[in-house]
């Protein structure tokens, strides 16, 4: 176990060290700050006295390691267009991602576990049939187009909810949640539905397929033989065992949502840390970009460490079998 | 003797083909079936467009003003031969819609090509050689498996189009565009065709081939590819619904397609600035011909996964 906790550490600091790198040939490279300090009117001895003021003559892994220095400390440098140091920024836009994505993860989750049971377990009923189909349907919906037909029914139509932004915001020392007031609920519902859609229907299949290859386990067969009730067999022996592997995709699930929650928070305009780099991208403000790279590639290194960590602590045969020929995943 | 029947005494070929193993599993499955004809219909319309297409959209001579804002034809005040309505130059959606599919599958498809030709090779010298280069080329697929595909294509598309001059961007949009869904998608097809590298390469035939005095290469075509053709067609068939997903996001987004050279995602972006004034058709019906398209190239691409590999499932 030790030694494949060991590996995803490795895996980790390498993914790091090269966005990392990416981040900061992006920043030096394409930002070019001299210019965007001086502008087209200065001369070239302004521009040296400038880079040698700010250090930009230094060799640059020197640079590279003060970079990281900075981002360490939270010191991502100045967002060109909002002209606010890119880390207050962050600050502000991050409760906002947390809990769009940690309320639709709670809805895929909640929904997709007992859509795919049930379908496992009344396998061959019509209904069970028509849902697994519709499920395809749900994975061939982008997101945006969720996002865009749920304001067409919800705002445009009927009035109901609120087609953007995020409502009354209450704020608990730095974070500001929208789940403590009715506006900031009533905002919230469509832009997590529409995150979630697609991932209630990659969960319902994947819980489904494991319930039923668990439920072709020799053990089922025996507790079936020993008289044990069909509900018991299938919530206390099967539903254990079927979402070992749950636990996996959702912390993956978790990631992707952040990935498309950039889409979403465009659609509905939340502001959140995905619209602020949808922003960022569109008027080139590098600071901000390469901020956003390396805090997404710590976020992405933690969810993927934390859920090869777990599958270790649900699963004993993971952690009976690394002697062998567990590593070699 | 004629010739419609060779002397072998082999059924003729629409025959055979009834017959295969494959066709028969498609005849008994009737999501693909369904899958199918959309997709028949759908590409059908997007190629024929220039000659079905009530209108040309392009050709801003034949755009009637007067004709602006219509809503579908069954909607009070809609108009023949509109049969989706208008937008506000007086272009018919319905024409729209059919070019923009040209677009976003001649995207979609060509991304694919690129994710799974660079996949494939990469993927091949990876498992062939192993080595360096292999270690190398496994670690950057890696790495990108820690990251959500479509981040990596609005990276790659997003930084790509805004730092280009601007007088580029429209011409490069679409080069732009296959590298970044291209790019973000090949460590897929470099895991699958690397792992079956590794199970071939050490097989009594491809030995033999080597001690033919057969080039690496000539192996890796010749004997490992095939192998692992099948699997690489599947995930190629799905992929093609990730791509044309991923180009109208981005398109969608703005870091893809230019309002010159529209595709599902970027008519979707101009509609919806008119969904809050009641022009809802510019919008939804872009929007339902996505998601058909996308679903119909799910439907086929899980019949053929399961047809043809299916432990792949």
Redesign the interface.
């Known amino acids: 176990m030790i030694a494949l906790l060991a590996r995803r550490v490795g ?1 980790g600091i ?2 790091l060290f ?2 990392s790198l990416l981040a900061f040939l ?1 920043s030096t490279v ?1 930002g070019d700050p001299v210019a965007s300090i001086l502008g087209l009117s200065a001369t070239p001895e302004d521009r040296i006295e400038l880079a040698s003021r700010l250090g930009l003559d230094r060799p640059w892994f020197v640079r590279y390691v003060d970079y990281i220095w900075n981002a360490v400390h939270f010191r991502f440098g100045m967002s060109y267009s909002a002209q606010r140091p890119v880390a207050d920024l962050l600050v502000e836009r991050i409760p906002a991602t947390i809990e769009l994505a940690s309320v639709a993860l709670v809805i895929s989750l909640g929904v997709g576990i007992p859509l795919g049971l049930a379908a496992a377990v009344n396998r061959g009923k019509w209904w069970a049939t028509v849902l697994m ?1 519709s499920s ?2 749900g ?7 969720v996002g ?2 749920l ?2 029914v919800f705002s ?1 139509q009927l009035g109901w909810l609120p ?1 953007f932004g995020r409502g009354e915001t209450v704020a608990i020392g730095w974070w500001t949640t929208g789940l403590l007031t009715k506006s900031g609920l009533l905002a919230l519902i469509m832009p997590a539905t529409a995150l979630a859609i697609s991932q209630i229907a990659l969960i319902a299949r994947l819980v489904r ?1 494991e319930m039923l290859d668990v439920l072709r386990a020799d053990y089922i067969r025996f507790a079936r033989a020993r008289g044990i009730s069909q509900r018991s067999i299938q919530f206390s022996h099967a539903l254990r065992n079927t979402l070992i592997p749950v636990i996996t995709v959702s912390g993956i699930q978790l ?2 949502l952040v ?2 929650a ?2 979403a928070e ?1 659609v509905f305009q939340w502001p959140g840390l995905g619209l602020l780099f ?1 922003t960022a ?4 403000d590098i600071p901000v ?1 390469s901020a956003f ?1 390396l805090l ?2 710590a976020f ?2 933690a969810i ?1 460490f934390i859920v090869d960590v777990l599958y270790v602590v649900v699963d004993p045969r993971l952690r009976a079998g690394t002697a062998g020929a567990g590593a070699s995943l | 003797m004629s010739l419609a029947t060779p002397r072998t005494g082999r059924p003729a070929l629409p025959a055979r083909v009834w017959r295969a193993p494959l066709t028969k599993s498609f005849r008994r499955a009737p999501a693909a079936i369904v899958g199918a004809l959309i997709l028949v219909i759908l590409i059908g319309g997007a190629v024929l467009a220039p000659w079905i297409a009530p209108t040309d959209p392009y050709d801003l001579a034949s755009l009637d003003l007067f004709a602006s804002r219509l809503p579908p034809i069954w909607v009070e005040g809609g108009e023949w031969p509109y049969i989706l309505g208008t937008d506000g130059q007086g272009a018919d959606v319905l024409s729209l819609i059919l070019y923009g599919m040209r677009t976003s599958l001649s995207v979609g498809v060509l991304a694919v090509l690129v994710s799974s030709g660079l996949g494939t090779f990469l993927g091949l010298t990876a498992g062939y050689f192993g080595g360096l280069a292999g270690g190398i080329i496994m670690r950057a697929a890696d790495i990108q498996f820690t990251f959500p595909a479509i981040l990596l294509a609005l990276l790659i598309g997003g930084l790509g189009t805004t730092l280009l001059p601007t007088h580029l961007q429209a011409t490069l949009a679409v080069p732009i565009i296959v590298a970044a869904l291209g790019l973000s998608h090949w460590p897929h097809f470099a895991r699958l065709v690397r792992g079956a590298v590794l199970v071939e390469k050490t097989k009594d035939y491809v030995a033999a081939a080597r001690l033919a005095g057969r080039g690496p290469w000539t192996i890796m075509r010749r004997q490992i590819l095939p192998n692992v053709t099948n699997a690489i067609l599947v995930l190629a068939t799905l992929d093609i619904a990730f791509a044309v997903m991923g180009e109208s996001t981005l398109s969608f987004l703005g870091f893809g397609l230019p309002p010159t050279e529209p595709s599902l995602g970027t008519l979707i972006r101009t509609g919806y600035a008119y969904l809050f004034s009641g022009e809802w058709w510019l919008v939804i019906f872009p929007a339902l011909t996505l998601v058909l398209l996308v679903f119909a190239v799910n439907l086929v691409g899980d019949w053929l996964r399961d047809a043809l590999n299916p432990r792949l499932r």
Do not use: D, E, Q, R
């Open positions: 895996h390498l993914v090269v966005v992006l394409v189909s395809v349907i994975l061939s919906l982008p997101t945006f187009v865009i037909l304001i067409f445009v087609s397929a990631g992707f990935a498309f950039i889409v465009a949808i991208l569109g008027s080139t970009i790279l997404a590639a992405f290194v993927n």
